[in-house]
């Protein structure tokens, strides 16, 4: 089966793509803050939700919305494993495609990231001229991590930057904003890949500019996708050398077509007539 892709519509200026996996805790705060943070813009958006192979009422419950806010927009994932979803790399690659705005705005279901920030970003967006914005969190997260949660974050950035030169500063933070164009060229079918967003559209000639936003603790339920060593530090180790090793093996792939074109022969009068 073949996802669609939707072209952009130009009135569209901002689609925002959330996976969700069992976050029937979180879906109607989620929508609200959304809507809230993103009304007052005077901008046409969509609210793009992913429901990531949810075992729960996530669909439902984001279904029962549309009616009073018909920008909210319910995609979900099939093929997914009995009990469990595609992973957020597959997520975004399918919340991606099935948006419809010149922005692509994304952020975690939980809540921990504020929408309250997108409204920010977007003005920095113009502001600086880049085509991505990356969140960054280390500032609202100095205080409340614990130490072996700060060691490992720092760890991983001087791993990032060793293995792919990588000067993103939290390349966890899911909040950001980018051009719809990067979003469709992120091999996101690829397990993991969500991690290296940032770096890879930097790999693929964009700009991508950081700023500071705030961090919350989660609203409601339990982290769905991994944490810990086994799950996220040493699978993210093994990334890491697999994308130098795509990036390694990347060529371009920009063509122009050519057709011929006869030389048009112009008589001495005529062009001296065109040239008056």
Same mark, same amino acid.
């Given at each position: 089966?073949?996802?669609?892709?939707?072209?952009?519509?130009?009135?569209?200026?901002?689609?925002?793509?959330?996976?969700?996996?069992?976050?029937?805790?979180?879906?109607?705060?989620?929508?609200?803050?959304?809507?809230?943070?993103?009304?007052?813009?005077?901008?046409?958006?969509?609210?793009?939700?992913?429901?990531? @192979?949810? =075992?729960?009422?996530?669909? /439902?419950?984001?279904? *029962?919305? !549309?009616?009073?806010?018909?920008? $909210?927009?319910?995609?979900?994932?099939?093929?997914?494993?009995?009990?469990?979803?595609? @992973?957020? =790399?597959?997520?975004?690659? /399918?919340?991606?495609? *099935?948006? !419809?705005?010149?922005?692509?705005? $994304?952020?975690?279901?939980?809540?921990?990231?504020?929408?309250?920030?997108?409204?920010?970003?977007?003005?920095?967006?113009?502001?600086?001229?880049?085509?991505?914005? !990356?969140?960054?969190?280390?500032?609202?997260?100095?205080?409340?991590?614990?130490?072996?949660?700060?060691?490992?974050?720092?760890?991983?950035?001087?791993?990032?930057?060793?293995?792919?030169?990588?000067?993103?500063?939290?390349?966890?933070?899911?909040?950001?904003?980018?051009?719809?164009?990067?979003?469709?060229?992120?091999?996101?079918?690829?397990?993991?890949?969500?991690?290296?967003?940032?770096?890879?559209?930097?790999?693929?000639?964009?700009?991508?500019?950081?700023?500071?936003?705030?961090?919350?603790?989660?609203?409601?339920?339990?982290?769905?996708?991994?944490?810990?060593?086994?799950?996220?530090?040493?699978?993210?180790?093994?990334?890491?050398?697999?994308?130098?090793?795509?990036?390694?093996?990347?060529?371009?792939?920009?063509?122009?077509?050519?057709?011929?074109?006869?030389?048009?022969?112009?008589?001495?009068?005529?062009?001296?007539?065109?040239?008056?």
């Amino acid at each position: 089966m073949h996802t669609q892709t939707n072209p952009p519509i130009s009135t569209i200026r901002l689609s925002v793509v959330a996976p969700a996996h069992n976050e029937e805790e979180n879906i109607e705060e989620l929508i609200k803050q959304v809507g809230d943070a993103l009304d007052d813009l005077e901008i046409d958006f969509e609210f793009v939700i992913v429901d990531d @192979g949810s =075992s729960d009422t996530t669909k /439902a419950k984001i279904i *029962a919305h !549309q009616p009073d806010r018909p920008w $909210v927009r319910c995609v979900s994932m099939t093929n997914t494993p009995k009990g469990s979803g595609n @992973g957020q =790399s597959a997520a975004f690659h /399918a919340g991606f495609r *099935a948006t !419809q705005g010149e922005l692509i705005a $994304v952020l975690d279901a939980d809540l921990q990231n504020d929408p309250a920030d997108i409204p920010e970003m977007l003005k920095f967006l113009e502001e600086t001229g880049a085509d991505f914005v !990356q969140g960054d969190r280390s500032a609202a997260r100095a205080d409340g991590d614990a130490k072996i949660r700060q060691i490992g974050s720092w760890v991983g950035r001087k791993f990032r930057l060793w293995v792919l030169g990588d000067t993103i500063r939290d390349t966890g933070c899911s909040l950001r904003i980018m051009k719809r164009e990067i979003a469709l060229a992120l091999p996101l079918e690829f397990k993991g890949m969500h991690r290296f967003i940032p770096a890879t559209a930097r790999h693929l000639g964009y700009t991508v500019v950081e700023m500071p936003v705030s961090h919350r603790h989660r609203h409601a339920g339990i982290p769905k996708y991994g944490m810990g060593i086994t799950k996220r530090a040493l699978p993210g180790l093994i990334d890491l050398f697999a994308v130098r090793y795509m990036w390694n093996r990347r060529k371009p792939v920009t063509s122009i077509e050519h057709t011929h074109q006869p030389d048009a022969h112009i008589e001495p009068k005529q062009e001296e007539a065109i040239a008056k």
